[in-house]
């Protein structure tokens, strides 16, 4: 930039990353609870993920359940979004409409797509081996895709596809329309993924 050039920055992709509190004590619960889903249905549900398992929606009525304890543990994060969002924080009309927990063993991994109907979407990190795949992003603006010159350097203004690396216990949250996959697990162990979706329900 010149000395009196300015960069003004619009339109960011947000994600917002948390290490949840006591996950070293909901992990293991919350692998029992999927591998005993995964064990009374083995088939699961085929939605993004190839190769992988994919649960049917968690049962979240029972306060009791490691499954409603825990999505009630992440209502603390899903505010601190909504705040750093801007947006009007009602919590009794912010909404988990459905969550879920997907297993990518070796090979396995999830292609490119989005969650409609939702305002946020979540990953959460129960086991995460090294090499287990990358949480991969891809630019919304799709005209950002349409044409452009060679790039020198790698930058937030130019970048199409980002990959994150995640550790155990982790938490993401961004908006559900951001196109997302995961990458292979090119590691020998399981990949447990818990998953969500979030709405604001703005009727009166």
């Not at 927990?101 to 797509?113: G, L, R």
Request: proline content about 6%; charged content about 25%; overall charge positive.
């Amino acid at each position: 930039m010149t000395n009196k050039g300015e960069i003004l920055k619009f339109f960011p992709q947000p994600i917002f990353k948390y290490k949840v509190d006591n996950y070293k004590d909901f992990n293991p619960k919350l692998l029992d609870y999927i591998y005993k889903l995964n064990k009374e249905d083995k088939e699961g549900v085929i939605r993004s993920n190839r190769g992988g398992w994919h649960s049917q929606p968690f049962e979240l009525k029972d306060k009791n359940s490691i499954q409603t304890k825990f999505a009630l543990e992440t209502t603390k994060y899903v505010f601190d979004a909504i705040k750093n969002y801007g947006w009007k924080l009602n919590p009794e009309k912010t909404i988990v409409t459905e969550m879920w927990a997907i297993i990518n063993k070796p090979d396995d991994y999830n292609v490119i797509h989005t969650h409609p109907n939702s305002y946020l979407s979540a990953a959460y990190y129960v086991k995460a081996p090294k090499n287990g795949g990358k949480f991969i992003i891809e630019n919304p603006l799709t005209v950002a895709r349409h044409s452009y010159p060679p790039e020198e350097n790698k930058s937030e203004f130019n970048v199409k596809v980002a990959g994150l690396e995640i550790e155990e216990g982790e938490l993401l949250l961004f908006p559900a329309y951001l196109p997302h996959k995961v990458g292979e697990n090119k590691s020998k162990e399981d990949r447990i993924v818990i998953s969500f979706n979030v709405t604001i329900n703005n009727f009166k």
